[in-house]
Nanobody, 123 residues
Framework: QVQLVESGGGLVQAGGSLRLSCAAS????????MGWFRRAPGKEREFVAA????????DYADSVKDRFTISRDDAKNTIYLQMSTLKPEDTAVYSC????????????????WGQGTQVTVSS
């Protein structure tokens, strides 16, 4: 089992930045693909970013490309989401997820989920 705990959310003005962290415990996620998803009020959960097991491949939703950066620190069993130039439409609960696959983009490929952290961007 893998337990995931997100942190770093909060309230920020449009144009600002935040860095989310996701700490894994229970077992090493070194060989897992990791991802970030978000759910805005009244909307379905959507893919944000993913990083493969080696860290050499990253994928992003078009809506966050060039503004968000996903990274991983396997020594700390932690992944990050650096968010810049935030927009009000980025407001959502952000959740991290772990997949036993080496690379994973689709939500169905993820096996473990965190509870999420709220990000609110004011205009």
């Amino acid at each position: 089992q893998v337990q995931l705990v997100e942190s770093g959310g909060g309230l920020v003005q449009a144009g600002g930045s935040l860095r989310l962290s996701c700490a894994a415990s229970g077992r090493s996620t070194t060989n897992y693909a990791m991802g970030w998803f978000r759910r805005a009020p009244g909307k379905e959960r959507e893919f944000v970013a993913a990083i493969n097991w080696s860290g050499r491949r990253t994928d992003y939703a078009d809506s966050v490309k060039d503004r968000f950066t996903i990274s991983r620190d396997d020594a700390k069993n932690t992944i990050y989401l650096q968010m810049s130039t935030l927009k009000p439409e980025d407001t959502a609960v952000y959740s991290c997820a772990a997949s036993r696959a080496a690379t994973a983009v689709l939500e169905e490929a993820y096996n473990y989920w965190g509870q999420g952290t709220q990000v609110t961007v004011s205009s």
